[in-house]
């Protein structure tokens, strides 16, 4: 079964520094894609980056990039130069395209950004 | 303007009732879905639809029915067996395409559901 996992409920970050956010995923299918989105306070969900699982780079997007680690199943993100926008709850998902495209989230983890 | 509109926005339910959430979209996407988020929680799905006239059971479809009569449209219906309803609930769409392409889903603005 796929499954999803963040196990940092929440993370402070001093403003311009870069912080990760760790997830790991299971699937057994070997095609599969991976998504970050950020959630404000507003609840809005806003997509970040995608990775593939047949990517052969870590995808990146502008201050966000995805530390792609196939064999251990982590599909970490990164954000440089933190800013106090940034604040909001991050969320990593999956699609198992051999699933009929079900798409399934992570617990989530709340982001801090200190002045 | 493409996107998924949700609605009401904020909806109160007395006990007993069964009540519906509207989702619409207008980005020609196949795949529709339906999320529960409680408080500090994560999404989970409740139910999904990859094609008018069908879909499946996510992992807390249990009080909730849906349809697809329409490819742009899925409502949600919370029933009265639904014992604890008051939730934040997000409908998204995506494209559902066989290869790698990116596929990331679109979401709604919620609907803010509470039980008086």
């Known amino acids: 079964a796929q499954k999803i996992t963040q196990t940092q409920p929440g993370m402070f970050v001093q403003e311009k520094e870069a912080v990760t956010l760790d997830c790991t995923y299971d699937?057994?299918?070997?095609?599969?894609?991976l998504f970050w989105y950020k959630q404000p306070s507003s609840g809005e969900m806003i997509f970040l980056i995608y990775q593939g699982s047949y990517d052969q780079q870590n995808a990146t997007e502008g201050r966000y990039s995805l530390n792609f680690q196939k064999a251990r199943k982590s599909a970490n993100l990164v954000i440089s130069a933190s800013q106090l926008g940034d604040s909001a709850m991050y969320f990593c998902?999956?699609?198992?395209?051999?699933?009929?495209?079900?798409?399934?989230f992570g617990q989530g983890t709340e982001l801090s950004v200190k002045p | 303007d493409g996107g998924i509109t949700q609605s009401p926005k904020y909806l109160f339910r007395k006990e007993g009732q069964n009540v519906t959430l509207s989702c619409e979209q207008n980005l020609n996407h196949d795949a529709m879905y339906w999320y529960r988020q409680d408080p500090g929680q994560g999404l989970r799905l409740i139910y999904y639809?990859?094609?008018?006239?069908?879909?499946q059971k996510g992992d807390i479809a249990e009080g909730y029915s849906v349809s697809r009569e329409k490819k742009e449209s899925f409502p949600l219906t919370v029933t009265s067996a639904q014992k604890n309803p008051t939730a934040f609930y997000l409908c998204?769409?995506?494209?559902?395409?066989?290869?790698?392409?990116?596929?990331?889903?679109?979401f709604g603005q919620g609907t803010r559901l509470t039980v008086v």
């Open positions: 998204a769409s995506s494209p559902i395409r066989q290869n790698r392409p990116r596929t990331e889903a679109f």
């Open positions: 639809s990859q094609i008018v006239n069908d879909f």
């Open positions: 998902a999956m699609r198992d395209y051999n699933q009929g495209g079900k798409l399934i």
């Open positions: 699937t057994s299918d070997p095609s599969y894609g």
